[in-house]
């Protein structure tokens, strides 16, 4: 069977929004590469990573697994590839809490997603996520994010919050929640919104003396920046945000 065959299409749900054509190019194996992350019982671990290049696809899959009383930060953006995907699924054991910051920007005809599977099986695990996008031109910004709560995991908290920003008309941003909760004793939520910037903020500014611009620069700055929030190295979530807001330089 041809390796075009085998790839992902449309009618699967977790590939519904996403540039399916552009998978053709990638080398054959890679789309089942995926990188194993292991947080053992009471560790801490946080990683930042960056998608970007000029590859056609940019493309990173992360298997996570935290044990008992671990934590594990994930704080990403996406900014490469004609198709940019972080994908990632995540096992959680008693008392683990899962943390995601994620932001995909892109303009032109760029696909730009974060897809994640949240496995809660255990009692007492904690999960949030925070995904922002911001699109121009003809771009899309996707995120499908599932979360699994088997029937014994009482206690369970998990949440999602996604927001999108369309600076041009011809962008659109798609959010895809999917909640299977089994357990009665749980608290899980999720929210979403699509908007442009707010013009009344803009004229607020500008009738203080600052330059529309920069205006735009701030309030942009402001909508990614909630999806760092939960970064403790000061350092590094302002390389973050400095990084984001390189890439929108020339649209703003």
């Given at each position: 069977m041809s390796q075009a065959a085998l790839l992902p299409t449309?009618?699967?749900?977790?590939?519904?929004?996403?540039?399916?054509?552009?998978?053709?190019?990638?080398?054959?194996?890679?789309?089942?590469?995926?990188?194993?992350?292991?947080?053992?019982?009471?560790e801490q671990l946080v990683e930042t990573l960056v998608l970007d290049g000029s590859d056609p696809v940019a493309l990173d899959r992360l298997r996570v697994t935290i044990g008992e009383g671990g934590h594990f930060a994930l704080f990403a953006l996406v900014i490469g590839g004609d198709l940019g995907r972080l994908e990632v699924e995540v096992s959680l054991a008693e008392g683990a809490h899962f943390e995601l910051g994620g932001v995909t920007l892109g303009g032109g005809e760029t696909t730009r997603e974060i897809v994640t599977k949240v496995d809660h099986g255990q009692p007492g695990a904690t999960s949030n996520q925070v995904v922002r996008s911001v699109h121009w031109g003809k771009s899309a910004g996707n995120f499908l994010g599932q979360i699994e709560v088997a029937r014994h995991a009482q206690k369970t908290d998990a949440g999602?919050?996604?927001?999108?920003?369309?600076?041009?008309?011809?962008?659109?941003?798609?959010?895809?929640?999917?909640?299977?909760?089994?357990?009665?004793?749980?608290?899980?939520?999720?929210?979403?919104?699509?908007?442009?910037?707010?013009?009344?903020?803009?004229?607020?500014?500008?009738?203080?003396?600052?330059?529309?611009?920069?205006?735009?620069r701030l309030?942009?700055?402001?909508?990614?920046?909630?999806?760092?929030?939960?970064?403790?190295?000061?350092?590094?979530?302002?390389?973050m945000t400095e990084r984001a807001l390189e890439q929108l330089e020339a649209r703003l």
């Open positions: 449309r009618r699967d749900e977790a590939w519904r929004y996403s540039d399916t054509d552009a998978l053709g190019t990638l080398a054959p194996g890679r789309l089942d590469a995926w990188r194993n992350i292991d947080v053992g019982a009471g999602q919050s996604f927001k999108g920003l369309l600076l041009e008309r011809g962008a659109s941003v798609n959010s895809v929640p999917q909640l299977e909760i089994f357990a009665d004793d749980v608290k899980c939520a999720h929210g979403a919104a699509i908007g442009q910037l707010d013009e009344q903020a803009g004229f607020y500014m500008a009738a203080r003396g600052l330059p529309p611009e920069t205006a735009r309030m942009v700055q402001a909508f990614i920046g909630d999806a760092f929030v939960a970064m403790v190295d000061d350092e590094a979530r302002e390389a």
